[in-house]
């Protein structure tokens, strides 16, 4: 008897329970928040730097999202002129940011960094170099370089050749690329014999090593302004990242992939 009361008092305080539960007021359901994306068009020799500049950012910033539209300066270049969405530009070239500060599409810019340019060969290569020249030899049957027309590096590597006259020889061996990245992967591939990059691009490579440092002398400065596009949908998260990218905390990332802050 005693037993059966209380099962009888434990099954109505379930009951209680049950009915208190369901009675009480819903609460809604907290939705995250809204994260803004940011789109950045940048150079493809900026990738490592920016991919860590991302995280770092980001880990402070937890309501952007940055997304990276990497390639060659130029392409980038036409693309914003097309109207495709940027919310900042960071060329590799002062003449593809001059450009579309000419057409009021750049808001504000400044140069943040600086290059050096070098010639590449695979890292198995038994290839030396003293000059530029040597590579009218006829062991060296390819060179990459990227399209002077769009792609900043060959335009500095165009200068080059043209300084020390060789141009004209080599014009049958050059092998085009997209952007600069894309010569390092000629070279690392072994598809070519040489090839010109950025001095970071060569750092960042196992599979090639510098065979000859290009004197600044003979090229236009190799240099790297970032601008807020005119018209970005997120203005003022842009003139944010933009301003960071001026800090202490980005230049130290900058400078540990290679790069010279401009002065």
Known sequence: ?????????????????????????LQPAVAAPKKTELLVS?????????????????KTHPDIDLTFNYGSSGTLQKQIEQGAPADLFFSAGKKQMEALVDQDLIKEQKTLLENDLVMVVPANSKLRFSTVKELTGKDIKKIAIGQPESVPAGQYAKETLEARKVWDPLKDKLVYAKDVRQVLTYVETGNVEAGFVYKTDALISKKAKVALKISPTVHAPIVYPAGVVSESKHLQEAQAFYAYLQTADAGAVFQKYGFNLSK
């Open 42 to 58: 940048a150079a493809a020799s900026l990738k490592d730097s920016l991919d860590a500049i991302e995280k770092q950012y980001e």
């Open 1 to 25: 008897m005693q037993k059966s009361r209380r099962f009888r008092l434990g099954s109505l305080f379930v009951a209680l329970s049950l009915f208190a539960v369901s009675s009480a007021p």
